[in-house]
């Protein structure tokens, strides 16, 4: 007989660690398990090892509020990360509920509850909750450069770097201008030969100290607790107020942009050339320079920045389309990430296979027709457990409303009106993968903010009933056995193709 749960979180990362904590603090009792793929725990903080991988958001707002950071760093290093999450999960009581090595491939509704096949056996749950994140662990964005085969020295991508590389006193050259390029040269460029960035376009960096000088100060007067919240609150604050200066005034934050990093880099020409980008700031997440480091590098001569585009590997490095080679003994595809859709999890209700990418998301955090599941997400514009958490509080909410009510599942009414991206970035990673996500609507509670000034105060006051059905039993049957487009296997529909109806021993859903 297959292990049941009442709730099964999948991933055992940021997202699942923090949904365990305040399922146990706000729903105590429940029981739950948490399906985690890798045989460690931490998620991104586990996979990522380049050299100096870190936060791009700030510890304060990264970090739980239920667990203060206590690191000095507030661009904190991958290692530190992960060592504050498997201290969470420990104080939390959280590790023996993980089960490694056990990746969820498959979930069914079957009426009443989930059944969900690992590669280790099947389980079930009444609540199915999805906080894996949306990387594909198993492979990054690796484009199909011309002349690969020729080149006679090495390429890796970051997100499989390998254990024996050594790039001390070697050419290097970093293919890519995102926050995983910004944080690998001045890195690398501390040992190397010398480093060069080649980027085909500029990204907008933001130079922050990798200190809070506030946030020690505040933890040297006020208990720590308090003075976590202070400090969380503050930087919630500063970086929204932010965001909405470079939608609104991007001059004036380009312009600010600009003077932060000629204050580590010595060439104005240099920083036109290299350093200002096509688009409007925060069209693309700002990537984070703590100290100027990357400028730092370049202005000492360690780095430098190619903005051109690649027309051929040769043996000796890259042919760019200009003709100027690029002499590499290691080349660095930091080319960007795949995305997955909850974890890569084939989701089906009563056969019918659902296509996440065709549904609409409710409230950011479920699916319209799909029932008793939610998936976790984050900001695009501030850390990812601000919004993390409030979903986690949210489901939290929303099983305590089933409990009360002695109903057995809840499904979002089929959603109707104009569809929007759920992601609203311009890049590549983000656009390669938009067909795989669900949409958002343009109105509530359909509509996904990126804010989390609104979201703090709205989500934990939502209603779960505004647009939601529940119901008792095998209530929810999904689609019509005659709809199906094949008699063998699951058919792909949307959600909206799912249906609630009445059994003859059970009461009916009732929608509110």
Same mark, same amino acid.
Not at 100 to 113: I, K, L, Q
Not at 348 to 363: A, D, F, N
Not at 463 to 491: I, L, N
């Given at each position: ?170 050419? $290097? *050259?970093?293919? #890519?201008?995102?926050?995983? +390029?910004?944080?690998?040269?001045? %890195?690398?460029? !501390? &040992? =190397? ?94 990537? $984070? *320079?703590?100290? #100027?480091?990357?400028?730092? +590098?370049?202005?000492?001569?360690? %780095?430098?920045? !190619? &903005? =051109? ?204």
């Amino acid at each position: 007989m297959a292990d049941h749960f009442d709730v099964l979180i999948i991933g055992a990362g940021m997202s699942g660690i923090g949904a365990a904590w305040r399922l146990q603090q706000l729903r105590p009792g429940t029981s739950y398990a948490i399906l985690e793929s890798r045989d460690d725990l931490g998620g991104t903080w586990d996979l990522f090892r380049y050299p100096g991988v870190r936060s791009d958001s700030d510890m304060f707002t990264l970090s739980y509020p239920f667990r203060p950071w206590r690191g000095e760093q507030s661009m904190a290093s991958g290692e530190s990360i992960l060592s504050y999450l498997r201290d969470t999960a420990v104080e939390g009581g959280i590790l023996p509920h993980i089960r490694f090595g056990t990746r969820a491939v498959a979930a069914n509704w079957d009426g009443s509850r989930w059944t969900v096949e690992t590669e280790k056996g099947t389980l079930t749950c009444n609540f199915l909750y999805a906080c894996a994140g949306y990387y594909n662990y198993e492979a990054g964005y690796q484009p199909d450069f011309p002349g690969l085969g020729d080149f006679a020295g090495r390429l890796v991508h970051p997100q499989f770097w390998p254990e024996d590389l050594d790039t001390t006193g070697k050419r $290097v *050259v970093v293919i #890519g201008s995102g926050a995983t +390029a910004v944080t690998l040269v001045p %890195a690398l460029a !501390a &040992t =190397a030969e010398h480093v060069t960035m080649l980027q085909r376009s500029p990204t907008y960096l933001t130079v922050l100290p990798d200190r809070d000088a506030f946030a020690d100060q505040a933890r040297k007067r006020l208990p720590p607790g308090l003075a976590h919240k202070v400090v969380r609150t503050k930087n919630v604050l500063v970086t929204q107020g932010f965001y909405q200066l470079a939608r609104r005034r991007p001059d004036r934050v380009k312009s600010l942009l600009r003077r932060l990093a000629l204050h580590f880099l010595d060439d104005p020409a240099y920083f036109a050339e290299h350093f200002t980008p096509s688009y409007e700031p925060w069209d693309q997440r700002l990537c $984070v *320079v703590p100290r #100027g480091d990357l400028f730092k +590098a370049i202005n000492d001569g360690n %780095a430098s920045v !190619a &903005t =051109a585009t690649i027309d051929r590997f040769v043996p000796e490095g890259i042919r760019l389309t200009g003709g100027r080679v690029l002499e590499a003994d290691v080349v660095v595809s930091a080319t960007g990430l795949d995305l997955l859709a909850v974890g890569g999890m084939t989701l089906t209700v009563k056969g019918l296979k659902i296509e996440p990418g065709h549904s609409m998301t409710y409230r950011g955090l479920m699916l319209g027709g799909v029932p008793n599941f939610a998936f976790c997400i984050g900001y695009t514009n501030a850390s990812w457990t601000l919004r993390a958490d409030l979903s986690h509080r949210y489901v939290a909410k929303l099983l305590g409303y089933l409990a009360k009510h002695g109903y057995t599942w809840a499904v979002p009414n089929e959603a109707a009106g104009e569809r929007r991206p759920l992601l609203d970035l311009s890049s590549g990673y983000v656009q390669r993968a938009l067909d795989k996500f669900p949409a958002q609507g343009t109105t509530d509670p359909w509509r996904v903010r990126q804010n989390y000034l609104i979201d703090v105060v709205r989500t934990p006051r939502a209603d779960v009933t505004r647009d939601m059905t529940f119901g008792r039993g095998s209530t929810y049957f999904g689609p019509p056995q005659e709809d199906s487009s094949s008699a063998s296997g699951a058919s792909n529909a949307s959600p909206a193709a799912c249906r609630s109806a009445p059994a003859a021993s059970t009461a009916p859903g009732e929608t509110r």
